[in-house]
């Protein structure tokens, strides 16, 4: 194994793939395939992130308090959000614990503080195989009490005009103020993906339940297709389209849904005793369209 690198960015490649990686937030600042970018960097604290893993938990948390077995606990807005949101992660520095040219395995851990009643360490490992990209995360509880813990993946998508979707999932929930889920809902005709359809042009922001864990994603003006399959503890996604940018969409595995915290059965999220661990696989494979039809 060769020592990890001194830089702060780690870039991989394996054939045509190839991602370059930061420490702040353990996130994926680029992804290409055959040199056509598939992620954007459009997001995290700086707006130049593709991709950041989301731990201890994503999303927000209505009024930052909660309460479990018995006790009240409060967290501090860690963003110009007023909410409390997507962890600790994406805005923590992430340490290398090893790498080569086609993976890289990163940890990150945060102590209980006055912003977060959340002590833990994560672990990251991203590794590239055969068109693919393989993102891999645990977390483990390294408190005295044991908390609702819940992982995901934030990855920010390129979006064109013909993209295209095919995607099953059992659940949608309409959105409400906070950007929090609402109530389960029928699902709009132009969020229906199951036969594939492609992306409306409108705001979008709603979570998903009873997901399989594939989605397809094509691209045909970029002769390019993504193929993702996510464990089973990834049974729920965030879908979201800003109405300021077409540039990109994001479609974010989560192992709960936003706001579990004060949802029947934790909306998804895993009790964890002090010692005990959670962890999930989200892999993207990406080939080229050979027969798609350019505009």
């Avoid at 997001?43 to 731990?55: E, I, K, N």
């Avoid at 979707?165 to 709009?188: A, C, D, H, K, Q």
């Avoid at 036969?195 to 998903?208: H, S």
Wanted: charged residues 20%.
């Amino acid at each position: 194994m060769k020592p990890a690198p001194a830089a702060s960015d780690v870039v991989l490649s394996d054939g045509g793939l190839s991602v370059r990686i930061d420490r702040l937030g353990g996130a994926l600042l680029e992804a290409t395939y055959e040199g056509q970018p598939f992620l954007v960097g459009a997001g995290g604290p700086t707006g130049a992130m593709a991709s950041f893993p989301l731990v201890p938990f994503g999303n927000r948390v209505e009024g930052n308090t909660f309460s479990f077995e018995g006790g009240d606990f409060s967290l501090q807005p860690n963003s110009a959000d007023p909410l409390y949101l997507h962890g600790d992660g994406w805005l923590g520095l992430w340490e290398i614990e090893e790498a080569d040219h086609r993976h890289v395995r990163l940890s990150f851990s945060h102590v209980a503080d006055d912003a977060s009643p959340y002590h833990y360490s994560a672990t990251q490992r991203i590794s590239l195989s055969a068109g693919a990209i393989v993102l891999e995360l645990s977390v483990q509880n390294r408190g005295e009490t044991t908390l609702p813990f819940g992982i995901g993946q934030h990855p920010f998508f390129i979006r064109t005009p013909q993209t295209q979707l095919s995607i099953r999932s059992r659940t949608y929930f309409g959105e409400r103020m906070g950007y929090l889920p609402g109530e389960v809902e029928p699902r709009p005709a132009d969020l229906d993906f199951e036969a594939g359809a492609p992306l409306p042009r409108r705001w979008v922001n709603n979570a998903f339940d009873g997901w399989d864990g594939r989605v397809t994603i094509l691209w045909p003006e970029l002769r390019l297709k993504a193929s993702v399959e996510a464990d089973a503890v990834f049974s729920r996604y965030m879908l979201y389209m800003p109405a300021d940018r077409a540039d990109f969409f994001c479609l974010e595995p989560m192992s709960h849904l936003p706001n579990g915290h004060h949802m029947p059965e934790l909306g998804g999220l895993t009790p964890l005793a002090p010692g005990e661990s959670l962890s999930g696989r989200v892999k993207i494979e990406l080939a080229s369209l050979a027969d798609a039809v350019e505009e």
